[in-house]
């Protein structure tokens, strides 16, 4: 597995890196959950731009993100997850693609999540401006209602790999113990297979070894919370730390 850098963390190498999501409504909740995000010192910050009521102003967004960077010791992701895959906003793909475009290149942060699950030829293009931006790009893909097969799994982020992504992201919502497996397996048999970082989660209190167990079974980078969580199944990130910390391999075992 090649590493792939996002600022100035590493993705690829040693146990999984831990993100917390910023999802404030409005610049206030925003800024004020920066700062209690910023004392817990996660390896990098999400800014779900889907929870934010004035995300279609970008000279407000571009504000705002040049104030988070002042305050965040971290890399800055940005995000907007659609309502299909579980995000809080409506917004067309138009919207969507519009959006991505102008983040893009106005350079706004240090990676940028897109969704594979939409036009091709758009997510192509979007992809190619930002690596033309030297910024990486996270292919995602998130399936609130079921764990697909692994071969599905494992298809999806070889998509993603072949569609140039710098790191694949798939998360599933088990409904068994059986379903955990299957994601598990689905990484650990990607991890074998494609050369890219990946980033891998089942949702929801069954999936919450796999937040734990990246470093064992492929998954570079674990979402913890600071206050709110983002999505089902996330573990506060100071615990987070900890657990990943008691877990890590020695190197011999690696």
Request: net charge neutral.
């Amino acid at each position: 597995m090649k590493s792939v850098k996002i600022g100035n963390l590493t993705l690829g190498s040693g146990k999984p890196k831990i993100a917390v999501s910023l999802t404030g409504k409005n610049q206030n909740e925003v800024l004020q959950q920066a700062q209690q995000i910023a004392a817990v010192r996660p390896d990098l910050v999400e800014w779900r731009l889907d929870y934010f009521q004035d995300v279609l102003e970008i000279t407000t967004v571009s504000q705002l993100a040049a104030k988070l960077r002042q305050i965040l010791p971290t890399p800055l992701l940005l995000t907007f997850r659609t309502q299909a895959e579980g995000g809080v906003r409506p917004l067309s793909t138009a919207q969507y693609f519009i959006l991505l475009r102008q983040l893009i290149d106005q350079q706004l942060s240090d990676a940028i999540d897109i969704e594979v699950a939409r036009s091709r030829q758009n997510v192509i293009e979007t992809i190619q401006a930002a690596h033309q931006q030297n910024l990486p790009v996270i292919l995602s893909n998130h399936d609130f209602q079921a764990t697909p097969p692994e071969a599905k799994l494992v298809a999806r982020l070889t998509l993603m790999n072949d569609l140039q992504a710098d790191i694949a992201k798939v998360a599933v919502m088990p409904h068994s113990a059986a379903d955990v497996l299957t994601l598990l397996t689905a990484t650990h048999m990607a991890t074998e297979c494609l050369p890219l970082p990946l980033i891998t989660m089942a949702m929801g209190d069954l999936g919450k070894i796999t937040r734990l167990s990246g470093e064992l079974f492929g998954s570079v980078l674990t979402f913890g919370s600071v206050g709110s969580a983002s999505a089902p199944g996330q573990i506060p990130a100071q615990t987070l730390r900890s657990l990943l910390n008691e877990l890590q391999l020695d190197a011999q075992n690696k």
